[in-house]
């Protein structure tokens, strides 16, 4: 049990374009969400935190207009990033606490984003 | 506020040697610690949690860690080598809402 999944697990677009990566917990609820990048040989860096039904909280430093967060179900994440540049390429990858179940989290096996 | 520092950014070791990786925690509650492996383009798979139970805590692939208080550590450990060892090795503690990240320590293993 505990599997989290992501979608698409790479995509390449061209800079100014929109893309969003979805992170979805098969086996279980989620109220909370974690969005992750990892830049080329670096450890994971929390980006953002939502919660199922509410606003994503933000790491200091990450602009909340470029990546939007949207948690609309107890299964269900997105990740948008909007007007995509070549220094938004990175490795993203999402978590799931389960719900009542805050201190483990599940990762999905991430996105790779490649912007032209 | 919680945090790990991994000590070594890349161990290296021969295949049948013991592997030994270290981690060292700060945290301002009850820590739970836990160690994930990443293959290259991969995601992250947990090899093993500590979560106020035993101390000695055994995972997978015949992984192993100690969790020690008065030391603050959680190193990690394999009494033998494999090639297919060789990975990107995290540790990560968690106070109960959020998750934080050691820089992680690359794991090479020489024939």
């Known amino acids: 049990g505990a599997v989290v999944s992501q979608h698409p697990s790479r995509v390449i677009c061209k800079s100014g374009t929109s893309v969003k990566i979805e992170c979805r917990s098969l086996?279980?609820?989620?109220?909370?969400m974690f969005w992750y990048r990892q830049f080329p040989k670096k450890s994971l860096m929390l980006m953002a935190t939502?919660?199922?039904?509410?606003?994503?909280?933000?790491e200091q430093g990450v602009e909340k207009d470029k990546f939007l967060i949207n948690h609309a179900s107890l299964t269900l994440s997105t990740l948008t990033v909007t007007s995509a540049h070549p220094e938004d390429s990175s490795f993203y990858i999402c978590s799931a606490g389960r719900t009542g179940q805050t201190y483990e989290q599940y990762f999905g096996p991430g996105t790779r984003l490649t912007v032209t | 506020a919680q945090s790990v520092t991994q000590l070594g950014s890349h161990v290296s070791v021969s295949e049948g040697a013991l592997v030994l990786l270290r981690c060292n925690y700060s945290s301002s509650v009850p820590p739970y610690l836990f160690w994930y492996v990443q293959y290259p383009n991969q995601g992250l798979q947990l090899l093993l949690k500590y979560t106020s139970a035993a101390t000695l805590v055994k995972g997978i692939n015949g992984f192993e860690a100690e969790f020690k208080k008065s030391e603050t550590s959680f190193h990690l450990t394999k009494p033998s080598a494999h090639m297919s060892d060789a990975a990107e090795y995290f540790c990560a503690v968690s106070g109960g809402n959020d998750m934080r990240f050691g820089a992680g320590t690359r794991l090479t293993v020489k024939p």
């Open positions: 086996d279980f609820q989620a109220t909370t």
């Open positions: 939502s919660n199922e039904g509410s606003k994503a909280t933000y």
